[in-house]
């Protein structure tokens, strides 16, 4: 039942910033821990970003630390990704989902797409 609803994305310049957003809903969003995954044209799905519940400090793949910030407002149910100083190889459909999750469930929704080109 839990619902995840991306949004945000464009298309940016090298060296630009975006921030994505994800709507949550039917599930007890301020304990779980979430994160922002992608997947880029060839490649896997990839985790991004993790955040956990009751105020647990972020975590971030290699590639994006010192540029992109995860966060979230439990009150609002929503979580966000600024993504600064965003490159081309940061291209990709963006999705947020549980860190934890059924690796045989299909949970996935959406997503929202990213495009850093010049």
């Known amino acids: 039942q839990a619902r995840l609803v991306e949004s945000g994305g464009g298309l940016v310049q090298p060296g630009g910033s975006l921030t994505l957003s994800c709507a949550a809903s039917?599930?007890?969003?301020?304990?779980?821990?979430m994160a922002w995954y992608r997947q880029s044209p060839g490649k896997e799905r990839e985790l991004v970003a993790v955040?956990?519940?009751?105020?647990?400090?972020?975590d971030y793949t290699d590639s994006v630390k010192g540029r992109f910030t995860i966060a979230r407002n439990d009150a609002r149910n929503t979580l966000f990704l600024q993504m600064n100083n965003l490159k081309p190889a940061d291209t990709g459909l963006y999705y947020c989902?549980?860190?934890?999750?059924?690796?045989?469930?299909?949970?996935w929704g959406q997503g929202t797409q990213v495009t850093v080109s010049s």
């Open positions: 989902n549980f860190r934890y999750r059924d690796p045989e469930v299909d949970d």
């Open positions: 955040i956990p519940g009751n105020r647990g400090n972020p």
């Open positions: 039917g599930f007890t969003f301020g304990v779980r821990t």
